[in-house]
T-cell receptor, first 113, second 114 residues
Framework: KQEVTQIPAALSVPEGENLVLNCSFTDSAIYNLQWFRQDPGKGLTSLLL?????REQTSGRLNASLDKSSGRSTLYIAASQPGDSATYLC????????????FGTGTRLLVSP | EAQVTQNPRYLITVTGKKLTVTCSQN?????MSWYRQDPGLGLRQIYYSMNVEVTDKGDVPEGYKVSRKEKRNFPLILESPSPNQTSLYFC?????????????FGPGTRLTVT
């Protein structure tokens, strides 16, 4: 059974710092890995999607890497801003023939001015 | 604007009173699914639908029903809600089952069953 773990559970940093969020998964038979952002009272917003054959994806100040063989992904946020404060979730898409995302429990990020 | 909508956004109800949470998407997506989110457990899939009239169970289907009579709508039905169904519910949709398709999520429905 796939298990997805995110460390740390919470993180507090001052504005401007570069930071790394970690995600690990136990079963490497995945189609892709997605990073989401969740804001209180709002839904999930997809940030980056990495196919299983890819090593990384970039969008603006965000860079996500994937090492499928070791079951790890990292989300790098450059020059953090208070607006980055949210909960970040990683999810892996299992190759079960239909779209089943298995989520981690998230990292709650607070960026202080 | 492309979006997934859910109604209601907040609901407090009592044990045993049937309720329906609606989900609608305007992107002509084939695939839709329901998740629940609980502290310490993350999001878990309840049901999914690959297309109209095609639905199947996810990881935690007990106590829930779904139907997919139209492509855009995928309601979640709780026939006899119980307190352990108190949770935050999300509907999601995507174009299809390919790994290249992102899933789009609705804003969530916070349900409390007393």
């Amino acid at each position: 059974k796939q298990e997805v773990t995110q460390i740390p559970a919470a993180l507090s940093v001052p504005e401007g710092e570069n930071l790394v969020l970690n995600c690990s998964f136990t079963d490497s038979a995945i189609y892709n890995l997605q990073w989401f952002r969740q804001d209180p009272g709002k839904g999930l917003t997809s940030l980056l999607l990495i196919q299983s054959s890819q090593r990384e994806q970039t969008s603006g100040r965000l860079n996500a890497s994937l090492d499928k063989s070791s079951g790890r992904s990292t989300l790098y946020i450059a020059a953090s801003q208070p607006g980055d404060s949210a909960t970040y979730l990683c999810a892996v898409l299992m190759n079960t023939g239909f779209q089943k995302l298995v989520f981690g429990t998230g990292t709650r990020l607070l960026v202080s001015p | 604007e492309a979006q997934v909508t859910q109604n209601p956004r907040y609901l407090i109800t009592v044990t045993g009173k049937k309720l329906t949470v609606t989900c609608s998407q305007n992107m002509n997506h084939e695939y839709m699914s329901w998740y629940r989110q609980d502290p310490g457990l993350g999001l878990r899939q309840i049901y999914y639908s690959m297309n109209v009239e095609v639905t199947d169970k996810g990881d935690v289907p007990e106590g829930y029903k779904v139907s997919r009579k139209e492509k855009r709508n995928f309601p979640l039905i709780l026939e006899s809600p119980s307190p352990n169904q108190t949770s935050l519910y999300f509907c999601a949709s995507s174009f299809g089952t390919s790994s290249y398709y992102e899933q789009y999520f609705g804003p969530g429905t916070r349900l409390t069953v007393t």
